[in-house]
């Protein structure tokens, strides 16, 4: 079994709607992370949690919010989608301890139409 | 700010060996990580140098000259399977941020 899962894969969805993308992971890690892979700009990090009652932005949040449900549950929202969010999504993990190497999901593919 | 550079594309014929290098510069600087990214797939972890000097593992190698801010990724005997993105990414306080990838294609 995959040790960090994404649900859905694949999304398509009109502009306006409201889209959660979520994350599980049966690694034990504490932090947790959602990442968005535009071509030719490489990962960006829009939200990370280091435990439970951790929430931080991250580099690109606007348009979005997380919910940390548990330690092993994150899930990203998109309250109302526009076509510049069409892009690959990342659910990533980390343990406190060795955090240098994070651990991917195998990403969501969403298109806003 | 933040800037990170890399090659956007390289080519080599299998067997041979490539070098991948990446310049960055972050707000702070904790150490750097490589990520590899096959076509449709997730990326995964392949090093991290937190001093200067190189680290070896197998086949890939990693180098990070600090007082630079430079690093770089050294694939030898390269392989069919070896191509893929690969990303540096620079360690900037606790997160890291990602470069733009560099597209590695090995010939037969």
């Known amino acids: 079994d995959a040790d960090v899962t994404q649900t859905p894969r694949n999304r398509i969805t009109k502009t306006g709607k409201r889209i959660m993308l979520e994350c599980s992971q049966t690694?034990?890690?504490?932090?947790m992370y959602w990442y968005r892979q535009d071509p030719g700009l490489g990962l960006r990090l829009i939200y990370y949690s280091f435990d439970v009652k951790d929430i931080n932005k991250g580099e690109i949040s606007d348009g979005y919010s997380v919910s940390r449900q548990a330690q092993a549950k994150f899930s990203l929202s998109l309250e109302s989608a526009i076509p510049n969010q069409t892009a690959l999504y990342f659910c990533a993990t980390s343990d406190t301890d060795s955090y240098n190497e994070q651990f991917f999901g195998p990403g969501t593919r969403l298109t806003v139409l | 700010g933040q800037s990170l550079e890399q090659p956007s594309e390289v080519t080599a014929v299998e067997g041979a060996i490539v070098q991948i290098n990446c310049t960055y510069q972050t707000s702070g600087f904790y150490g750097l990580s490589w990520y590899q990214q096959h076509d449709g797939g997730a990326p995964t972890f392949l090093s991290y140098?937190?001093?200067?000097g190189l680290e070896e593992t197998g086949r890939f190698s990693s180098f990070l000259s600090r007082s630079d801010s430079y690093g770089y990724l050294l694939l030898q005997e390269l392989q069919m399977k070896d191509s893929a993105s690969y990303f540096c990414?620079?360690?900037?306080?606790?997160?890291?941020?990602f470069g733009p990838g560099t597209r590695l294609s090995v010939l037969p």
């Open positions: 140098n937190a001093l200067d």
């Open positions: 990414a620079p360690r900037d306080g606790q997160n890291f941020v």
């Open positions: 690694k034990g890690h504490d932090r």
